[in-house]
């Protein structure tokens, strides 16, 4: 994933109503920019970080910039726009950067399924082949060098595992991979200490056959790209 042009850099100096920014330019321009991430955001938006972001040529954008990457004071790099998860996986299952799935012809986003009236993020076929059906979740938070899902509790996040646990019952192949959008994070872990429900669910769901994947992004203000697999552990 490259960005045209590439991001520029900014100060932040906070965030707030959920969607908003306020940042310093080095020319000591004063900007409000959009934040595509509803959720805690935890350690990624602490005051005098540089965040990188993009500008829109849409002229209907109330802010046209939007929060793409924090580069923290103590060098990682964490991208905030959640919105960016399912591309970088969906270029990279293209690319066949991702051996897991290195027999799939075919990608579909957003298909309707599931018995709780959901979308996968990614459904992957081909010939010979069962279908695979991938979650993706963004993985930003950080705590002593391992990362974990979810930042606060999720009822959507539960729904997700119990949809993958019915398809992985009916025989078709059920993931849920995690991109870990941190550059600090070296393994990562269900959050049972934040959402005790998701972690049982979890457990459930891979007792059932849903596969749990990992991959870490790599991150500069010229791009993305998915990296190293890194290992999970359901309770930490």
């Excluded at 109330?62 to 998860?85: D, M």
């Excluded at 270029?91 to 051996?99: G, L, M, V």
């Excluded at 398809?167 to 993931?175: D, K, L, M, S």
Aim: charged share 20%; net charge negative.
């Amino acid at each position: 994933m490259e960005f045209h042009p590439p991001l520029r850099s900014a100060t932040l100096i906070r965030r707030y109503k959920r969607f908003l920014a306020d940042v310093i330019t080095p020319e000591g321009e004063t900007l409000t920019i959009h934040c595509a991430n509803t959720g805690a955001m935890t350690g990624c938006a602490t005051p005098g970080d540089t965040v990188w972001y993009s500008t829109s040529d849409n002229p209907k954008r109330k802010y046209p910039n939007s929060w793409e990457f924090t580069e923290t004071q103590n060098g990682h790099w964490i991208c905030v726009n959640t919105l960016r998860a399912n591309d970088l996986v969906a270029e990279a299952i293209k690319q066949n950067a991702i051996s897991e799935f290195s027999e799939y012809k075919k990608i579909s986003r957003e298909v309707k399924y599931g018995e709780e009236r959901s979308r996968i993020d990614l459904l992957l076929q081909a010939e010979q082949q069962v279908n695979c059906y991938i979650e993706v979740k963004s993985v930003t938070l950080l705590q002593e060098n391992c990362g974990y899902f979810p930042d606060a509790v999720t009822t959507r996040g539960q729904k997700h595992l119990r949809e993958l646990q019915h398809i992985a019952e009916q025989g078709q192949r059920a993931v849920l991979f995690f991109a870990v959008l941190h550059s600090g994070i070296k393994q990562v872990a269900a959050a049972a200490h934040i959402d005790h429900n998701y972690s049982s669910l979890l457990e459930q769901a891979q007792n059932s056959g849903v596969e749990v994947i990992c991959y870490q992004a790599n991150m500069t203000e010229k791009g993305m790209v998915l990296g190293d697999k890194l290992s999970f552990i359901l309770n930490d």
